[in-house]
Each structure stands twice: as structure tokens, then as C-alpha cells.
């Protein structure tokens, strides 16, 4: 009975039998699970959406607040005020495009009343068909992401898709925080930058990333990642390949606005840079705790060069040769350990970090549970009911950071690990020793890549045979 019901509930398939169909693909079952979270993180927003202008709605206790509406209501874009800014830039480039692009079809197309002067339901009505065309969009890049990684997983070598994309499709994060801003938009540029380098396309992937890190600060961090691995494993030129065109794209970009208003364009990245301290972070419960600190922005940066600068000087000391997904996962759980402020839509980003670099089961269940377990406190503490002027328990806010920021220490030293002692890395295999690195495979001599560790975690989704733990 094991036996026949272990393996998908249908028992050991046939020698002779072929995988096909479609109950044998998984980018379907990928799609229409994605398209289900979504639609469930739709609807649960749907209260949250203020619909009359002297009816406010209480989003923190709902938990389900979104800056989509809440910025077109602040930021004057009911009054025809540009995404780009007039006085000060206030989303990178392409974010602000892509909002922009969504007040021009909801003013043409669907006819919102968007001008100086307008009334303020006028405004309401059409932040409601905004907030449509956002979460429109959003979806869709969603599903660009998912196509994606779908591509990008263990079997990525093969040309056809997991299913261990499935872990990120039917995730409790994307539930959770899909929708309270943008970052989707980023993170599916991000995606298909990476598919581009997994598929050997160097330029491209550097374009495409480029692009990215113009919607996105994250991606900043991941175009430095993958141009250190780029040096570390195959020489600085395929690193040159990769960086030139990404920093070229990044400042075609911005060159309008550097040319239209230099100041605001600086005021921007040196803002996102010297941040004060805010919710989420380490920083922010030391702050709690008594210890608070200046210039928090400043101070990690810093250490955070100079970690990076560290790390990357022991690699190229050492001759190690780190896996893409795991030099990415170092450096953007680094940067959330150390960032000034934790906002819970962050989680997206470490949820692909880590499917890129551990996607074992204990792994994505503790990091999943923890992210959400965040999001849950972070609404009734901004609403006061957690704070201590209230009845409320505030140290569960508190546990909710420890719990957090520890199971993303424990992330990020076992990444490190993996780099220091690629035996123990279960996604190296002789069959693919980088299963994202593209041109990077080249040459790698697999030899050097002992069997996995018997005391390794399985992958939650195994589908290359030797992958198998004795």
C-alpha cells in the first residue's frame, strides 16, 4: 500500500511509460495555482478598498492594507499629479512608469475623472478603478514570474519546466503581501533577467536585470551578485558581458531625469541609502529596547559594504566557485538583516532568493511561517493594539522580528556554507553544478563537486534522480 500510494497516489509508473500530458506538465497546475492565491489575495483586499470619501476604511485591523489606493489618494494622482514627481522623485524610474502607464487607461479607457480641482469622490472612484488595473497588472507579472521560475529550478538544464515552482505559486507569502505595493512589477523583471542568463544569454540578462534594478532597489543587489559570480568563475570578461550592458540600461534609464532634474534623482538614491530607522528591522527593536541609534541608513550601509567587500575577497583568495541562487540569497538576506527597515512585502523577494538557493523542506516551511507570522503582528501593532499604551501583548511584535530576522541568520549561514563546502550543496550535482549558471557551467570541473552530505534535507520537490539522499 506504501508503495502504490506514495508516488503521486498512483503507484511506481511503468519502465515503458512517458511522462506526457497534461497531467504530467506542470506549468498548467503552476498557473492555475498562482491564479488561485491571487484571486484569494484579491478578494481579501476588497474590504480595504475605500469606495466613499467620508467613509474611511480601518485597514490595520482588517490586515489587509495596500499602498496602491492609499498613494493615489496622497500623492494627488486624482489631480492629474504625475508618478514621476514635480518637486521630488519619489519611485524609481519604471515603477513610476508603470503606475503612470495605469492612470492613462483608467483616464482614457474607463473615463476616471482625473484633473485639478476634481471633487473627492471624484478622486475616491478613481483610485477604486486604479487599484483594479494595478492588481490587473500585478497578476500578470505574477504569472511572467511563475513561467519563469518555473524554468529556473532543478531541471532547468533540461528545457522543461518543474514543478518546484509550485512552492512560490501556492505560497502563504504571496497571499500576504502581493499586493501592499509594486514590487511584483520588479521582481518579474528580475525573474526573466535570470531565465535570460540560464539560458546562456549574457547581454540580455544584464539589459533585462538593468532594467529591474530601474523599477526595484533590490535588484541592485542581485546585478552585484551575479557580476561577482560572474568574475569568480568565469573571468572578467564573461563579468564585463554581464555588467556593462546592466549599468548601461540602468543609466539609459534614468538619463531623462538626470538631465531634466539631477537633484532629485540624487535626493532619491541618497534617501534610499541614509533611511532612519524604521518598523521591522533589527534596529527598529533595539530602538524599542532602548539602544536606539543616527543615521541607521548610514551605518548599515557601511557595514554592509564592507561585509560584501569581505566576502568577495575570500571567494577570489580562496578560488571558490558559488552556485548564482546562493551568492544571491547571501547578499539580499544581508541586505534585509541589515537595512534600516523591514516592510512585509520584502518577503517577496527572499521567497525567490531562497527557491534559488535552498529549496529544501524545512528550509521554505521555517521561512515561510516567520514571514507570515510578521505580516500577522506588524498591522495590530501600527494600529496600537500591540504597543505597550495599549492592553495588548507588544512583545509578540517582538517575538515576530526575533523569529524573523533568526530563521534569515540561519538562511544565510547555511548559504555560506553551501559556497565553503559545495558537498554539502544538494543542488550541485555532476549533471548541472549550477542549475541557473548558463555560460558559468562551462568548463566547471564537476570533479571537484563531491556527493551531497547524508545529514542534508531532501528538496521539497525532487525530480532529478540523482538527487537523492542514501
Known sequence: MTNAMWPRLGGPMGSHAAPRGLWFNPLPWILLAGTAVFLVLFLRHTPCVQVAADNAVNVYIRVCYSDIQATFLSQGFGQGVSAFGTDAMTFPPLTAAFIYTTQLIGAWVFGSSVYPGVALQEQVDASVVFF??????????????????A????????????????????????????????????????CLGMFLFARRAVVESGIVLGLAACAATMPIAIVLAVTVACGLRGGWKVALRF????????????????????????????????????????????SLMGASTRSTGSLAFVLLMLGFGILIAWLYVTHRTPRVGSLVAVMLLATCLLGPAY??????????????????????????????????????WLN?????????????????????????????????????????????????????????????????????????????????????VP
Open 343 to 380: 516592510p512585509p512585502q520584502t518577503a517577496l523577494w527572499l521567497l525567490v532568493a531562497v527557491y534559488w538557493a535552498r529549496p529544501y523542506r524545512w528550509e521554505m516551511a521555517a521561512f515561510t511561517i516567520t514571514q507570515v507570522a510578521y505580516y500577522l503582528a506588524i498591522w495590530p
Open 132 to 149: 483594479g488595473l494595478t492588481a490587473v497588472g500585478l497578476f500578470v507579472c505574477l504569472l511572467v514570474t511563475l513561467l519563469c521560475l
Open 384 to 468: 496600537g493594539s500591540l504597543t505597550s499604551a495599549q492592553s495588548g501583548p507588544y512583545a509578540v511584535y517582538w517575538l515576530a522580528i526575533l523569529a524573523r530576522a533568526g530563521v534569515e541568520a540561519w538562511l544565510l549561514v547555511s548559504c555560506l556554507r553551501d559556497i565553503a563546502t559545495p558537498r554539502r550543496d544538494l543542488l550541485r550535482t555532476p549533471s548541472s553544478p549550477d542549475p541557473i549558471g548558463g555560460v558559468l557551467n562551462d568548463g566547471e570541473t564537476l570533479t571537484r563537486v563531491a556527493p551531497p552530505l547524508p545529514a542534508d534535507p531532501p528538496p521539497l520537490y525532487r525530480s532529478d534522480a540523482c538527487l537523492s
Open 151 to 190: 524554468r529556473l529550478s532543478l531541471d532547468s538544464d533540461a528545457r522543461r519546466p518543474s514543478w518546484d515552482a509550485m512552492m512560490v505559486a501556492a505560497s502563504p507569502v504571496v497571499l500576504a503581501v502581493g499586493l501592499i505595493n509594486w514590487d511584483l512589477f520588479g521582481i518579474a523583471l528580475t
Open 243 to 286: 555588467a556593462v550592458p546592466a549599468v548601461a540600461a540602468f543609466f539609459l534609464v534614468h538619463l531623462p531625469l538626470l538631465i531634466q532634474d539631477f537633484d532629485s534623482v540624487y535626493a532619491f538614491y541618497h534617501g534610499e541609502i541614509n533611511k532612519d530607522t524604521g518598523y521591522g528591522s533589527l534596529w527598529y527593536l533595539a
